[in-house]
């Protein structure tokens, strides 16, 4: 029974998993259905989190929208998932920002990587 369902995860995986890390600014290019239409999102924020492995792998998004912070959960190999373009690389110490829920303005930014 576990190889079946290991079989039809490796099918449900993306060839190119889009590379980003935990800090990172990203653009999430999200398709919504509206009725009959179809059309692309852009979500655009701070990468919180990444949790789980396989198929099962989500990533959480942070943005500062009119004053409130709004985020958003996207199954990494989600056909719903165009494309995650990265911004910026950030450069953080920590596998999971949630300190960052408690920030406003300019106390809630990651400090840039430089390579």
Do not use: C
Request: charge should be positive; glycine fraction near 8%; avoid cysteine.
């Amino acid at each position: 029974m576990n190889d079946i369902i290991r079989k039809i995860e490796a099918e449900q995986l993306k060839e190119n998993a889009p590379e980003f890390n935990v800090g990172d600014t990203v653009k999430v290019y999200a398709k919504i259905k509206e009725g009959n239409r179809e059309r692309i999102q852009v979500f655009e924020g701070t990468v919180l989190k990444k949790q789980g492995g396989s198929t099962r792998a989500t990533f959480t998004v942070r943005k500062n929208s009119n004053g409130i912070g709004v985020e958003k959960t996207w199954p990494l190999h989600s056909p719903n998932v165009e494309k995650v373009e990265v911004i910026r690389r950030g450069k953080v110490r920590r596998a999971k920002l949630n300190y960052l829920r408690d920030r406003v303005g300019k106390r809630a930014k990651v400090k840039e990587l430089v390579k």
